[in-house]
């Protein structure tokens, strides 16, 4: 028995990346394929997301003239593979105020909108540092900022203070305090509804870039796996193997249960096809009587 | 004088939460300071793009904090905003953004753009002065609203303001996700 449907959906992507973004140190390792992408999370009467992309209008002529970003689409023609539209999404969790995760909430404007409490206040405290410590303010939009302001005033906003449980039927919110984001998040579907899961999955939002960060060699400490943290964090290192361990733990340390979203091997973990546009959608589960999309 | 037929006054009416319903210049795009300055070849032109830096950048914080100060008021714990250090740091920020637009010298091509600035920088203060009366209860709903209204309108000065080559920009890009070999 499964309740919910789970697609990770690509808007966009960066050919070349370098790879000590993805993975903490390492250096002089080459390049890695970068896709962006969103989740949607279908079920219970439910149609929600973990984050929303950016708006294309405000950033991409930047994006793509200077970091080479690649292929965006409208959340209306991504979320058209899986057979719905941007106005069916009723709850959208942003697992941290950047740019690319938070910056088109103009896009869905039926959906109430979850967000750690703790990204937002670090973010004012981080705003009013000296110019010499403008890099904690690093890919934050005000404008994200403002468009906050503007949900609150919709009562669509709502700001979380650490975990909170069943905020729909199933699902839970976790923080990672001071680690990729002063107030990032994860998002726990328990799947099948009960309180000790047994078919868990954990959308690791930034947490996680890629799976290697779940597993990468362990030969330096003289072990075969271990956890390796993404390259970029306001926070620290340390706590992002923290939430990585809480994450596994979630998911009896079955590391595919654990989804990146920045993650281009997730077609070899999941089924999934290309669409016409040139993009990559992910099965990851179907609830009971959902149709594969991918087939 | 006659009056405006029916037509003319509701296209000219905006909502109360539309950012456009207060008063003062326009939101409009202007010609970037950076290629204004490489059409006419104008050093002053130049200089002023590059003495606008501090300046946007000042704005595009005020416009941040006050954001994330709204949102902690309005659906947190958190309701003395006002005695927050980090008010004070966002009200002398706006003083000194003030301070330096004050000092600013706007050729004529850039007047415009100069104005855009002012208006950010103007409507932040409208907010600023609201803060220390921010109360719960109903009228700070209508509060509320209004500072939405106007921080919105902030932000579309400022982005009207923004000219990516001369670094008046609203994201750094330098360690994002995005930011790869190019």
Same mark, same amino acid.
């Given at each position: 028995?499964?309740?919910?449907?789970?697609?990770?959906?690509?808007?966009?992507?960066?050919?070349?990346?370098?790879?000590?973004?993805?993975?903490?140190?390492?250096?002089?390792?080459?390049?890695?394929?970068?896709?962006?992408?969103?989740?949607?999370?279908?079920?219970?009467?439910?149609?929600?997301?973990?984050?929303?992309?950016?708006?294309?209008?405000?950033?991409?002529?930047?994006?793509?003239?200077?970091?080479?970003?690649?292929?965006?689409?409208?959340?209306?023609?991504?979320?058209?593979?899986?057979?719905?539209?941007?106005?069916?999404?009723?709850?959208?969790?942003?697992?941290?105020?950047?740019?690319?995760?938070?910056?088109?909430?103009?896009?869905?404007?039926?959906?109430?909108?979850?967000?750690?409490?703790?990204?937002?206040?670090?973010?004012?405290?981080?705003?009013?540092?000296?110019?010499?410590?403008?890099?904690?303010?690093?890919?934050?939009?005000?404008?994200?900022?403002?468009?906050?302001?503007?949900?609150?005033?919709?009562?669509?906003?709502?700001?979380?203070?650490?975990?909170?449980?069943?905020?729909?039927? !199933?699902?839970?919110?976790?923080?990672?305090?001071?680690?990729?984001?002063?107030?990032?998040?994860?998002?726990?579907?328990?799947?099948?509804?009960?309180?000790?899961?047994?078919?868990?999955?954990?959308?690791?939002?930034?947490?996680?870039?890629?799976?290697?960060?779940?597993?990468?060699?362990?030969?330096?400490?003289?072990?075969?796996?271990?956890?390796?943290?993404?390259?970029?964090?306001?926070?620290?290192?340390?706590?992002?193997?923290?939430?990585?361990?809480?994450?596994?733990?979630?998911?009896?340390?079955?590391?595919?249960?654990?989804?990146?979203?920045?993650?281009? !091997?997730?077609?070899?973990?999941?089924?999934?096809?290309?669409?016409?546009?040139?993009?990559?959608?992910?099965?990851?589960?179907?609830?009971?009587?959902?149709?594969?999309?991918?087939? | 004088?006659?009056?405006?037929?029916?037509?003319?006054?509701?296209?000219?009416?905006?909502?109360?939460?539309?950012?456009?319903?207060?008063?003062?210049?326009?939101?409009?795009?202007?010609?970037?300071?950076?290629?204004?300055?490489?059409?006419?070849?104008?050093?002053?032109?130049?200089?002023?793009?590059?003495?606008?830096?501090?300046?946007?950048?000042?704005?595009?914080?005020?416009?941040?904090?006050?954001?994330?100060?709204?949102?902690?008021?309005?659906?947190?714990?958190?309701?003395?905003?006002?005695?927050?250090?980090?008010?004070?740091?966002?009200?002398?920020?706006?003083?000194?953004?003030?301070?330096?637009?004050?000092?600013?010298?706007?050729?004529?091509?850039?007047?415009?753009?100069?104005?855009?600035?002012?208006?950010?920088?103007?409507?932040?203060?409208?907010?600023?002065?609201?803060?220390?009366?921010?109360?719960?209860?109903?009228?700070?709903?209508?509060?509320?609203?209004?500072?939405?209204?106007?921080?919105?309108?902030?932000?579309?000065?400022?982005?009207?303001?923004?000219?990516?080559?001369?670094?008046?920009?609203?994201?750094?890009?330098?360690?994002?996700?995005?930011?790869?070999?190019?």
């Amino acid at each position: 028995m499964a309740d919910y449907s789970i697609w990770v959906l690509e808007y966009c992507y960066v050919s070349k990346y370098h790879k000590s973004g993805v993975l903490y140190g390492a250096h002089n390792q080459g390049y890695v394929k970068l896709p962006y992408c969103y989740v949607v999370i279908k079920g219970r009467d439910h149609v929600a997301m973990v984050d929303v992309g950016y708006n294309d209008k405000a950033y991409g002529k930047v994006l793509g003239d200077r970091f080479g970003v690649e292929n965006w689409r409208d959340p209306k023609v991504v979320l058209a593979e899986v057979g719905l539209t941007p106005d069916d999404v009723d709850t959208c969790f942003i697992s941290h105020a950047h740019f690319d995760h938070f910056g088109n909430v103009e896009d869905f404007p039926k959906a109430k909108f979850y967000i750690q409490e703790r990204e937002i206040s670090k973010w004012v405290w981080a705003m009013s540092l000296p110019d010499r410590m403008r890099w904690m303010m690093v890919a934050v939009d005000p404008g994200d900022i403002v468009r906050g302001v503007g949900l609150a005033a919709e009562k669509r906003l709502v700001t979380v203070d650490g975990a909170m449980e069943d905020v729909l039927p !199933g699902i839970d919110l976790h923080s990672a305090p001071d680690s990729h984001t002063w107030g990032s998040m994860w998002v726990t579907v328990r799947n099948d509804g009960q309180k000790q899961s047994q078919d868990t999955w954990v959308m690791a939002g930034d947490l996680v870039y890629q799976f290697d960060n779940l597993k990468s060699s362990g030969a330096v400490v003289d072990v075969d796996t271990m956890y390796t943290p993404v390259g970029l964090a306001v926070g620290s290192q340390t706590n992002l193997i923290l939430a990585t361990e809480e994450m596994m733990s979630q998911v009896g340390y079955e590391a595919r249960r654990v989804i990146p979203i920045h993650e281009e !091997g997730l077609r070899d973990a999941f089924p999934s096809r290309i669409t016409k546009d040139g993009l990559r959608i992910t099965e990851i589960c179907l609830a009971d009587g959902e149709k594969s999309k991918v087939a | 004088m006659t009056e405006p037929d029916l037509f003319t006054r509701l296209a000219a009416t905006h909502k109360p939460d539309c950012l456009l319903s207060l008063d003062g210049p326009l939101p409009q795009a202007v010609p970037n300071p950076d290629e204004l300055s490489r059409t006419l070849g104008s050093d002053t032109v130049a200089r002023y793009a590059q003495d606008c830096r501090p300046i946007y950048e000042d704005l595009r914080r005020v416009i941040g904090q006050l954001s994330g100060l709204l949102i902690l008021a309005r659906l947190t714990a958190k309701s003395d905003i006002a005695d927050l250090p980090e008010a004070a740091q966002c009200r002398a920020r706006w003083v000194e953004a003030g301070q330096r637009l004050g000092c600013l010298n706007a050729p004529a091509a850039v007047q415009g753009h100069k104005a855009q600035l002012d208006s950010a920088h103007s409507f932040c203060g409208q907010i600023l002065a609201q803060v220390p009366q921010l109360r719960r209860g109903p009228e700070a709903e209508t509060q509320f609203d209004r500072m939405t209204v106007q921080i919105k309108r902030a932000y579309a000065h400022l982005e009207a303001a923004s000219a990516p080559k001369a670094g008046l920009q609203m994201v750094d890009f330098t360690h994002a996700c995005c930011a790869c070999t190019h």
